[in-house]
Antibody
């Protein structure tokens, strides 16, 4: 059974960066897309970007372009999402989710447990 | 970007009654080469990650009760729960996964009347 396990909660100062990890266990990692989704308190789901570990390149939502970097380490089956220049409105739960890989678009059938990031001075 | 709009924003239904949630996309999510609608529905309960319920607009995810069904094509879609159970109380989101950026609807909060 494949699981996505994310790193723990973080508290950050405005202007700093956060790097959240998502480790896949129990199944294939490289050929799927690992997506990151943000959910602010009481708000909806917002797609941030995706990386396909096999290829390494990532695609980002324009809203986050230049401020986010999504990477993957095939050797450890771990994906990472780094968000820079944090603001108070970045306070949210960040989820990783498995989706389609190269040349395929698929729904997000597997989700991590979520990582709460709090940005506060 | 494809904008996904759900209606209503919230819905209260009696136990055992039908619940219907609508989702409209600003562009068609039907891919003509394979005749598939790249539309999914997710259920999210408080403090939990979203859970995939329906994909390809009408295919139930494994383990999802058959009281959940999805319909529609192109730009207009519906999630129906035929007989509401207490455990169905959640926020439901539609999502298009046809093109990047993948986008979600704003969510519909489903409660018991």
């Amino acid at each position: 059974q494949v699981l996505l396990v994310q790193s723990g909660a973080e508290v950050k100062k405005p202007g700093s960066s956060v790097k959240v990890s998502c480790k896949a266990s129990g199944g294939t990692f490289s050929s799927y897309g690992l997506n990151w989704v943000r959910q602010a308190p009481g708000q909806g789901l917002e797609w941030m970007g995706v990386v396909i570990p096999m290829f390494g390149s990532a695609n980002y939502a324009q809203k986050f372009q230049g401020r986010v970097t999504i990477t993957a380490d095939e050797s450890t089956s771990t994906a990472y999402m780094e968000l820079r220049s944090l603001r108070s409105d970045d306070t949210a739960v960040f989820y990783c989710a498995r989706g389609g890989g190269y040349n395929s678009s698929d729904p997000f059938d597997l989700w991590g447990q979520g990582t709460m990031v709090t940005v506060s001075s | 970007d494809i904008v996904m709009t759900q209606s209503p924003d919230s819905l209260a239904v009696s136990l055992g009654e039908r619940a219907t949630i609508n989702c409209k996309s600003s562009l068609s999510v039907l891919y003509s080469s394979n005749n598939k609608n790249y539309l999914a529905w997710y259920q999210q309960k408080p403090g939990q990650p979203p859970k995939l319920v329906i994909y390809w607009a009408s295919t139930r995810e494994s383990g999802v009760p058959d009281r959940f069904s999805g319909s529609g094509s192109g730009t207009d879609f519906t999630l129906t729960i035929s007989s509401l159970q207490a455990e169905d109380v959640a926020v439901y989101y539609c999502q298009q996964y046809n093109s990047i950026p993948y986008t979600f609807g704003q969510g519909t909060k489903l409660e018991i009347k």
